[in-house]
């Protein structure tokens, strides 16, 4: 038994805007930014802040989740008007994954280890030190643990990083915020054949759904589902 399945984690959250899902639909799978390169995608389907911070704290070849079923970044999104949906993925898929645990927020922490600074302490409970990242992480089933006892009922966000991608199962969920995008994401789930699960779910906070982005993101994922070589036209995370 892993770590998660030993503290009572059935899933693992990914969050990602809606019109994306037929790229990852298509693909069965949540890409690390190697694994988007390589298939074409552009910097542009990275968020335009974090994913810059995530390389140069040593993260850049991870895929990131998170144990947090209502995260900040997804509030935030919602709240700006951003048509975000959830990718719930069953904790059984880690058990065959090399992935860590970090408390901190990779994108956003300002308390590193660099310039001669000694960052966040080592501990089992905080982590430890990896390479040339710069935050601590939980990368043995003992030191996970001892996270997940410390603070995974505390409110703290945990971040789930997999070196690598993640596959993406029959079982996986497609967690929509309004009834709305909940039939949009069903019909990309029909159209390409997966056995996903759609639910609506109450968002985490102000959800200001934004009328004039809903041409935008319908169009695009018509072309995404149309054409599988097509790589997007600009409608990326926070760039709409």
Not at 210 to 216: L, M
Not at 224 to 235: K, M, Q, V
Request: charged share 20%; hydrophobic share 40%; proline share 5%.
């Amino acid at each position: 038994m892993g770590a998660l399945d030993a503290f009572g984690v059935d899933a693992v959250n990914h969050y990602t805007p809606l019109h994306y899902l037929p790229f990852i639909g298509r693909a069965r799978s949540l890409l690390g930014k190697p694994s988007l390169a390589q298939r074409g995608f552009s910097s542009q389907h990275l968020r335009s802040m974090s994913s810059r911070q995530d390389v140069a704290r040593g993260f850049g070849e991870y895929a990131f989740l998170t144990l947090d079923s209502k995260a900040r970044i997804l509030q935030a999104k919602l709240e700006a008007g951003f048509r975000h949906i959830g990718i719930r993925v069953p904790s059984s898929v880690f058990n065959g994954l090399q992935f860590g645990l970090c408390r901190y927020n990779v994108a956003m922490t300002r308390f590193l280890r660099r310039d001669g600074k000694t960052g966040f302490p080592e501990s089992a409970s905080n982590g430890r030190y990896y390479g040339d990242q710069q935050i601590p992480i939980a990368k043995t089933e003992a030191d996970q643990r001892s996270m997940l006892e410390a603070h995974l009922q505390s409110g703290t966000m945990i971040e789930v990083l997999v070196s690598g991608d993640v596959p993406l199962p029959p079982a996986t969920t497609v967690v929509a915020f309004s009834v709305e995008d909940a039939g949009i994401a069903q019909d990309v789930v029909s159209r390409l054949n997966l056995q996903w699960r759609v639910f609506v779910e109450q968002p985490p906070g102000p959800y200001n759904r934004r009328s004039d982005h809903v041409r935008n993101v319908s169009d695009f994922i018509a072309q995404a589902l149309e054409n599988a070589n097509w790589r997007g036209n600009g409608l990326e995370f926070d760039r709409i």
